[in-house]
């Protein structure tokens, strides 16, 4: 390694070594937003981008984190070490959350090459919470291999996963809907690899051909059409290495067409505008709240003299001649 | 500012889980759902859990606190086992509290080797709500 290894600071050397406990509170810190995660992830951002990042999503109760307990089997015999984060919905009521999708988890307690984390979407819409793709970074940066992504039980619009992925499987059972179903905006464009769960249970067939003829429909104009393919996790399972074979070739398109690059440039692009919206949002704020000539602005739009559009070019224009 | 107050409103983080062999899991989940409304994040490690299994969960999870259900009688062996595997690990342990069929001497016994809170049937949920947020934020 070059010089920039030994100036790793003590919690980020740490994470690189394997201490699986400084980790498990490195991810805490970047879910909580403390201080001390800003460091570890600046630090560790340069180790990261070295793991596949695979998305699992579908709506409720498909069998998504069976499926994941699957692959982490198939993975592990493989000889693959496999970071999992598993997100499941925060109440928006009371802020708790039950996150369940540990209990299909089956390994050996003692094995290292498997780390399972729980997340919950803390208010976050799209399927994941905001830290997720942090966090899947410090799995990354940690060493593991493969870093797979399970969504909250995804609605229509739920396609946040793709902004972390660079594969997402879309998993759905049997009598979802018809084929009008699979046309519809949202969930089914993100698909890189459409996967028929429950593939035992009566309609597989159909469901498999409504998503066929989805997919002769034409796709993103990437030229990858997304591969089709049947699971069931009951003894004994069925599809999981197809499964995984059909996400190696997707990453292997990728990396062929260049696709890899553009998505991460679009990923990373949209990563460092949102960072530096939130800044420059938290800033403008604290200067409505604070400077006096722009508080009597607030008053001006509160007694309707001064529109909120007109009122916001002010605050902006004020922003860059401020003192 | 506003940063120290979101960082001291974070929400516990809680694993539910239940060693050894028997498969009744509705106190389990009746505690787990009663944590999720007081806010808490619910970690729920589901049926027959090893101690190793259930250590591991803990320590990947980055937990507050841990309950265990126990329904078959092995507490005596399981809950001793579970309390070192986590001295084992270092730092300050993780508290533990732990609810089933747990006769009285048998408690006592478990309280000196250090479950925090032992609750029988017909605990009110209140009453565990209170003590789990009270093991992690005594001062709260």
């Known amino acids: ?323 | 500012m506003a940063k120290a107050r979101a960082a001291r409103k974070r929400p516990i983080r809680v694993l539910i889980a239940k060693p050894g062999l028997d498969g009744h899991d509705r106190g389990a989940k009746v505690v787990a759902r009663a944590l999720r409304d007081a806010g808490m994040e619910v970690i729920y490690a589901g049926l027959r859990q090893t101690p190793e299994e259930i250590v591991r969960a803990a320590l990947e999870e980055d937990v507050d606190l841990i309950g265990l259900s126990i329904l078959s009688g092995a507490h005596m062996a399981l809950f001793p086992r579970i309390l070192a595997l986590l001295k084992g690990e270092g730092g300050h342990p993780i508290p533990v509290f732990a609810g089933g069929i747990i006769p009285d001497e048998d408690a006592r016994r478990l309280k000196k080797a250090g479950i925090r809170a032992i609750f029988g049937p017909g605990t009110s949920l209140d009453e565990i709500v209170t003590t789990a947020q009270s093991l992690v934020r005594p001062s709260a």
Not at chain 1, 222 to 241: H, L, R
Not at chain 1, 274 to 295: C, I, K, N, Q, Y
């Open chain 1, 1 to 323: 390694m070059t010089g920039g290894a030994t100036r790793l600071p003590a919690v980020a050397r740490a994470i690189v070594d394997g201490d699986r406990r400084a980790l498990a509170r490195a991810i805490t810190a970047v879910e909580n937003g403390d201080d001390s995660a800003d460091t570890v992830l600046r630090s560790l951002y340069p180790r990261s981008g070295h793991a596949v990042v695979v998305g699992i999503t579908g709506p409720l109760g498909v069998g998504k984190s069976s499926l994941v307990n699957a692959l982490v089997g198939r993975l592990r015999s493989l000889g693959q070490t496999v970071g999992v984060i598993g997100v499941d919905p925060s109440s928006p009521f009371t802020g708790g959350s039950v996150l369940g999708d540990r209990i299909r988890l089956e390994r050996r307690a003692d094995d290292n090459g498997v780390f399972f984390r729980s997340m919950a979407s803390r208010g976050a819409a799209g399927g994941v919470a905001a830290a997720t793709r942090e966090v899947a970074r410090l799995l990354d940066a940690a060493g593991f291999d493969i870093v797979l992504v399970e969504t909250v039980g995804s609605g229509q619009v739920d396609v946040a996963i793709k902004d972390i992925a660079s594969t997402s499987i879309v998993v759905v059972v049997p009598h979802l809907g018809d084929e009008v179903q699979t046309l519809k905006a949202g969930l089914f464009e993100i698909a890189d690899i459409f996967c028929v769960n429950k593939v035992d249970l009566p309609g597989a067939e159909l469901a498999k051909k409504d998503l066929a003829e989805l997919v002769t429909l034409g796709g993103r104009g990437s030229g990858w059409a997304p591969a089709i393919v049947g699971t069931s996790t009951v003894e004994p399972p069925v599809g999981i290495e197809e499964l995984w074979s059909d996400v190696l070739a997707h990453e292997k398109f990728l990396d062929a067409t260049g696709e890899r690059a553009q998505g991460e440039r679009r990923r990373l692009s949209a990563e460092i505008v949102g960072f530096a919206r939130d800044r420059v949002g938290r800033e403008l704020m604290s200067r409505l709240e604070r400077d006096p000539a722009l508080r009597r602005l607030l008053d001006d739009v509160v007694a309707r003299r001064i529109d909120p559009r007109t009122a916001a070019d002010r605050l902006v224009r004020g922003g860059r001649r401020s003192r």
